[in-house]
């Protein structure tokens, strides 16, 4: 193994003391001189047409120095190229409560939101989709877009991969199950902020984004200026979790109104606005055949998914894709047939959460293998080990697995928590499930062929400075930077100094989404910073008259000289040092259409185990602990990544749990803090994590990642664990009291003991794309050339 | 002025020192600390009582600052995040902290900063259990709360 001085040191996180003093400044921290206040008028309508916006008595208000709608601001934008359906301002048609229509600048927020009070709206009202159903179905008014379709229906997908009719032939058994996972929100603690300036015909927007970059693209479209002249800059971030990855509304309107001022312009949203901000889990419903030897090996599976999108495209269409794109990286399926769909309904528009598109399949996949082995009289977790994917291979729909440590992360969470050896008493349950998640995107999100990830290194006197795009939003992705380049260079974290998610000065990264930060600009830290320290040893080297092999790189030194006289010498003999690295993924997606989403250069595996007690009486389940181990490939800093694995578990719980995201009669049914349920302290159980590391051979020292991964076997190991208590399966997230409580009162009236939907819908999928199966072992060549 | 609001001058005892500010009467604490007086390390998170993350401590009570308005706290002592640490030294919940990775966003950790502050001055060897209670008010997202009762723990164990 190699000898590391910083990477996999359980070291502080380099923004750790500003954060814990107050001294971090988040967005809604930044108040400039003169700044003007903004509000935003919304609709109280779930699904309306806007026949008239007057806004002639705002502008007249005390304070109120500028007023825009949808005039002001036409050109739709949106994540993804193919789903440009969002406007900053809607002045033609709402599309949920929420859905932005004016916004004010004014002197203060109470005049700014008085002069919102005094726009009046003329709508025609039309009848709202509030439901897959209802999407699936002819509209009683009108579409909601117009876009997609037949009904209200946005996208449809339809791939298989391999002799799937064949698979099930040869099955000795086979078996359906339908699951719904209810949508849920972010829930950030920091409210989304951004503040605009317009100074010398160039914009600059401060503000609460995990990609910077997004932000940049979509500014310049709507505002119609070229990219140099906006300059956008990531506040230090109090939470995303995927719900600050879209560009938002807000984010262009400060910016249009500082054009139109002159003042710099601030908007923060309150709470209730950012439940309608959203972008969250979407609700999905999922219907799973799969055919099985006796022994439980798998032969075919289908799987279909309906997705409630929610009223605009966000990153729908890749969120489609993932609910059928992973199933095949855990578990070796030789033909697989995926059929998704996605509509549109009147709520606010669903996206990226955590996990992105992968949990919900996740869920369903994790139980119905697991009535299989109930079928089977097979212990559930031997009969997934059975099937688990090997390293190096190819799934069967191409993606193309690395290092993989399965096999480890259930030994350990097995072996730790007795699972297979439990006592088996009424009420008390434990159940165990795994997963896997992506380091990263494969492809971008907008067609190009530049680097995902870039980053500079200067060094001046002995001082390093790294300069990267990404954002860190908590994860640490600023300490995983730091800690690369002082690995690189002989140094500590806390010598190096970032400036990150700044466009004017860091050069490009994606930002932080799809766990990719610490992959994709990891290597491209590595690469800046080993041309930097050759830079230094070829300096240091010739003064002592040596090769360059022959000079050492640690402990703040390089070969004879202390860091920063090695760095004089480096800049007296090749002018000003600075260095670059880049990162761009492997082209390794399959050839068919579709295949972009799915690919990544490395898969983290997790598996976990919950231990629990369920009250038959009152249908309350209260967790005891919980046992995860990630494959991590390798922890840079474990500190970091036990923060990463537990936050995900708490996410996970709250989402097995408690955690939805409902409406009632076109409206939200809680869009507050206390009214959806979040778990607090007392809630929380203990944790048990196992770090696993499994030397990724493209990750940075081997590493992948860990946000995300773990979050996803939490609600399947839940509903496991209630089951294995009290004999009943809840089909459904969250495992409400009164969920559990119903499925018993069937289970005595002698009905299936469950709870969950019961049919999938009729959706018109198109015919099924057919795609051959790669060669099993087509990488390993190259894997053994890594 | 835009309106004709009520104005009260308010004595506040902010972080050991006396502050006198003339403010309209409806405006909370939070929204003073924060606006008024730029000490932006108290954060929000629903100005509605909902998640703690505005908590202050009033006479050494943790305490939410949206829901407080000056007024009611005139001639008290208001202890926010910037009055924490010793000059440049962290107290040794703040060490605890940086040492264990509790903050991760670090949004929600000045409230729950001062609401173990608080804890522990009055409870210096709290157990696990007693953390969650006192700690319950304060929602945080991102460390599963496990990092943060570590540290809490840790801190508590040392002394302060």
Redesign the interface.
């Known amino acids: 193994m190699t000898d590391f001085s910083v990477v996999g040191k359980?070291l502080?996180?380099v923004?750790?003391?500003?954060?814990?003093?107050?001294?971090?400044?988040?967005a809604?921290?930044i108040?400039l001189p003169r700044t003007l206040h903004c509000r935003i008028l919304r609709s109280p309508h779930p699904h309306a047409r806007i026949l008239s916006i007057d806004t002639s008595a705002a502008r007249r208000m005390?304070?109120v120095k500028a007023v825009i709608t949808g005039h002001d601001l036409p050109v739709k934008f949106g994540i993804l190229p193919v789903t440009q359906d969002e406007r900053a301002l809607e002045h033609e048609k709402v599309r949920y409560v929420g859905d932005p229509i004016a916004a004010v600048a004014a002197?203060?927020e109470?005049?700014a939101a008085a002069a919102c009070d005094a726009i009046a709206v003329e709508y025609e009202v039309l009848e709202p989709v509030m439901s897959i159903e209802e999407a699936l179905a002819p509209p009683k008014d009108e579409r909601i877009q117009d876009y997609g379709g037949p009904h209200n229906i946005h996208k449809l997908v339809a791939l298989e991969f391999g002799d799937v009719d064949g698979g099930f032939a040869r099955a000795d058994h086979v078996r359906e199950d339908v699951f719904f996972f209810q949508g849920n929100t972010?829930?950030?603690?920091?409210?989304h902020s951004a503040t605009a300036t317009y100074v010398d015909g160039r914009v600059t927007l401060w503000s609460s984004t995990q990609v910077v970059h997004y932000v940049h693209r979509a500014l310049a479209k709507v505002l119609e200026l070229p990219m140099h002249r906006i300059r956008v800059i990531g506040a230090?971030?109090?939470?995303?979790?995927g719900g600050k990855t879209d560009p938002f509304a807000h984010e262009i309107i400060v910016c249009k109104l500082a054009m139109l001022t002159g003042r710099p312009v601030k908007c923060t949203l309150?709470?209730e606005e950012v439940f309608y901000a959203h972008r969250g889990r979407h609700p999905v419903l999922m219907w799973v055949r799969t055919g099985v030897t006796r022994h439980g090996r798998i032969t075919a599976m289908h799987f279909r998914t309906a997705l409630d999108g929610g009223a605009y495209g966000s990153y729908g269409v890749a969120s489609t894709f993932y609910t059928g794109t992973l199933q095949t990286v855990t578990y070796d399926i030789p033909a697989y047939r995926f059929e998704g769909c996605r509509v549109f309904t009147n709520k606010p528009p669903c996206g990226p959460k955590r996990g992105h598109g992968t949990p919900q399949p996740r869920f369903a996949l994790e139980l119905h293998l697991e009535k299989i082995a109930h079928d089977l009289d097979l212990e559930p977790s031997a009969m997934k080990q059975l099937n688990f994917v090997q390293p190096m291979t190819r799934a069967v729909n191409w993606l193309r697995i690395t290092s993989c440590g399965l096999d480890e992360c259930s030994r350990r969470v097995i072996d730790a928590s007795g699972y297979r050896n439990r006592a088996r008493r009424p009420g008390h349950g434990m159940g165990f499930a795994i997963s896997s998640y992506l380091s990263g995107a494969g492809t971008a999100i907008y067609w190009n062929d530049m680097p995902h990830s870039e980053v500079q290194i200067k060094v001046d006197r002995g001082g390093v400075t790294a300069y990267c795009g990404a954002m860190d939003?908590?994860?640490?992705s600023d300490s995983v930077l730091a800690t690369i380049v002082a690995e690189e260079l002989g140094l500590q974290p806390a010598d190096i100094r970032l400036v990150t998610a700044d466009t004017d000065t860091t050069p490009i990264d994606l930002g932080s989404y799809s766990s990719r930060v610490t992959f994709m600009a990891g290597n491209a830290a590595i690469e800046a910073a080993r041309k930097m320290r050759d830079l230094l040893v070829e300096a240091a080297a010739a003064k002592m008259g040596m090769q360059g092999a022959a000079v050492q790189v640690g402990a703040g030194r390089v070969g004879d000289f202390s860091f920063e006289e090695a760095s004089v010498l480096a800049e007296a003999r090749f002018g000003t040092l600075t260095s670059a690295g880049s990162y761009k993924p492997p082209k390794i997606a399959g050839p068919y259409k579709g295949a972009g989403v799915g690919p990544s250069p490395a898969y983290s595996y997790s598996a976990c185990v919950i231990d629990l007690d369920a009250d038959a009486r009152t249908g309350l389940v209260t967790v005891n602990k919980i046992w995860i181990a990630h494959d991590v490939g390798r922890a840079i800093n474990p500190?970091?990544v036990?923060?990463q694995v537990?936050?995900?578990?708490?996410?996970g719980l709250g989402e097995a749990l408690m955690e939805e995201q409902s409406f009632r009669k076109g409206l939200h049914k809680w869009p507050?803090?206390?009214e959806y349920k979040?778990p607090?302290?007392?809630d929380?159980p203990?944790?048990q994590t196992f770090i696993v590391e499994t030397v990724d051979p493209e990750g940075p020292y081997g590493a992948k990642e860990a946000g995300q991964g773990p979050l996803l076997p939490v609600p399947p190991a839940l509903c496991s664990a209630v089951h294995d208590a009290l004999g009943v399966w809840i089909d459904e997230v969250p495992v409400t009291p009164e969920k559990v409580v119903e499925a018993l009162r069937r289970k005595e009236k002698g009905e299936p003991a469950r709870y969950g939907p019961t049919r999938f819908p009729a959706v018109p999928y198109p015919p099924a794309i057919k795609v051959e199966p790669p060669p099993k072992d087509m990488d390993r060549a190259s894997a053994a050339a890594i | 002025m835009?309106?004709d609001v009520e104005r009260v001058v308010v004595s506040l005892q902010v972080n050991g020192e006396p502050t006198e500010l003339l403010i309209p009467v409806h405006k909370t604490l939070l929204e003073v600390l924060?606006?008024d007086m730029?000490?932006?390390?108290?954060?929000?998170?629903?100005?509605?009582g909902?998640?703690g993350?505005c908590t202050v401590l009033v006479d050494g009570l943790p305490e939410l600052s949206c829901l407080l308005l000056p007024v009611q706290v005139d001639g008290r002592s208001i202890t926010?995040?910037?009055g924490?640490?010793g000059g440049s030294e962290?107290h040794p919940l703040?060490r605890a902290?940086?040492?264990?990775?509790a903050?991760?966003?670090?949004?929600?950790?000045?409230g729950i900063?001062l609401s173990a502050r608080a804890l522990i001055e009055s409870n210096p060897s709290p157990s696990r259990d007693e953390?969650?209670?006192a700690?319950?008010?304060?929602?945080?997202?991102?460390?599963?709360?496990?990092?943060?009762?570590d540290a809490i723990e840790l801190a508590a164990s040392r002394g302060l």
């Open positions: 359980p502080p996180k923004d750790a003391a500003a954060k814990v003093t107050g001294r971090a400044v988040y809604d921290d108040l005390a304070g002197i203060d109470e005049a972010h829930l950030p603690m920091e409210q230090a971030h109090g939470g995303g979790f309150t709470r939003i908590g994860q640490g500190l970091l036990e923060g537990e936050g995900s578990v708490y996410m507050s803090m206390l979040s607090t302290f007392l929380m203990e944790v | 835009l309106r924060r606006e730029r000490l932006t390390g108290t954060k929000h998170g629903c100005e509605l909902e998640c993350t926010t995040i910037e924490m640490a962290l703040q902290f940086v040492e264990l990775g903050a991760q966003c670090g949004y929600c950790t000045p900063l953390i969650r209670e700690l319950a008010g304060n929602l945080c997202r991102c460390t599963g709360y496990v990092k943060i009762l």
